[in-house]
C-alpha cells in the first residue's frame, strides 16, 4: 500500500471515528511499500474494535497496542513477528487474534489473561511448544497449531 494511501485510511478512520482500519497489503505488493511499523497516530483511536495489517513487514508489536481497549480483532498474518510482548494481553476484550505466518517461536504465558479470545491462529510459525497455561483460555474455541514445530 503506496504511503498516501496509508494516510489517507489513517484521515478517514480518524474523521469518521470508524471501528475498523484496514492496513493491510496484497501478497503482490513490493516490499518498500509495506509497514515496517505501525503508524503511531493508530494508537490513538482508542474508539477500534478491528485492525488489519496483514501482508507487512511489522517485527515488532509495540507497547503503545495496549491503548486500543476495544480492540476485539486483530489481525496480523504474514508479518515478520517473532514475539508478542506481554503488553498484548492487556487487551481484555480480543476475541480474535490471527498470527499465521510469522516467526514466533513461543507464547507469553500471561496469553491467558486474554480471558475473551474465541479464536487464535498460529499456524506456519516456528512454536516448539505451547505453555500450559493456554488451558485456562475457557473461551477458546478454534486454536490452528498446523504447521509449527510442535
Not at 491462529?121 to 516448539?128: A, G, H, K, V
Amino acid at each position: 500500500m503506496k504511503p498516501e494511501e496509508v494516510r489517507r485510511r489513517i484521515a478517514e478512520c480518524k474523521e469518521q471515528r470508524l471501528i475498523e482500519l484496514d492496513l493491510s497489503n496484497e501478497y503482490d505488493t513490493p516490499n518498500e511499500e509495506k509497514l515496517t511499523a505501525i503508524p503511531a497516530e493508530v494508537f490513538d483511536f482508542v474508539w477500534l474494535e478491528k485492525l488489519y495489517l496483514r501482508n507487512n513487514q511489522l517485527s515488532e508489536l509495540p507497547d503503545s497496542i495496549t491503548r486500543l481497549q476495544n480492540l476485539s480483532q486483530l489481525d496480523l498474518r504474514n508479518n515478520q513477528l517473532s514475539e508478542l510482548p506481554d503488553s498484548i494481553t492487556r487487551l481484555q476484550n480480543l476475541s480474535q487474534l490471527y498470527l499465521r505466518n510469522n516467526q514466533l517461536s513461543e507464547l507469553p504465558d500471561s496469553i491467558t489473561r486474554l480471558q475473551n479470545l474465541s479464536q487464535l491462529y498460529l499456524s506456519y510459525n516456528q512454536l516448539s511448544e505451547l505453555p500450559d497455561s493456554i488451558t485456562r483460555l475457557q473461551n477458546l474455541s478454534q486454536l490452528d497449531l498446523r504447521n509449527n514445530q510442535l
